[in-house]
């Protein structure tokens, strides 16, 4: 459980990212999911707002808060 932080804004910014992401797959033909995707995508500072990328971006996001804590700790 060292990626479960509920206390960290990253780790929940991870988790919105990747829940778009998916909410993009499962609803393809959903406007507001496309609308919300580009908008996740414009805060998070990239130009991609596919599926894909949005989880990755999620699972990044998650990735660093874990690194940077690990860091600091040492």
Do not use: Q
């Not at 804004?9 to 990747?18: F, H, L, Q």
């Not at 992401?21 to 996740?40: D, N, Q, R, W």
């Not at 130009?47 to 990328?53: E, V």
């Not at 949005?54 to 860091?71: A, C, S």
């Amino acid at each position: 459980m060292r990626y479960v932080h509920p206390k960290s804004m990253t780790w929940w910014a991870g988790v919105a990212s990747i829940a778009t992401g998916a909410a993009k797959i499962a609803f393809a033909t959903s406007v507001p999911f496309a609308e919300l995707g580009h908008l996740v995508s414009l805060l998070a500072g990239t130009g991609d707002s596919s599926s894909a990328a949005l989880i990755y971006l999620g699972l990044g996001l998650i990735g660093v808060r874990d690194k940077m804590e690990r860091g600091f700790a040492t």
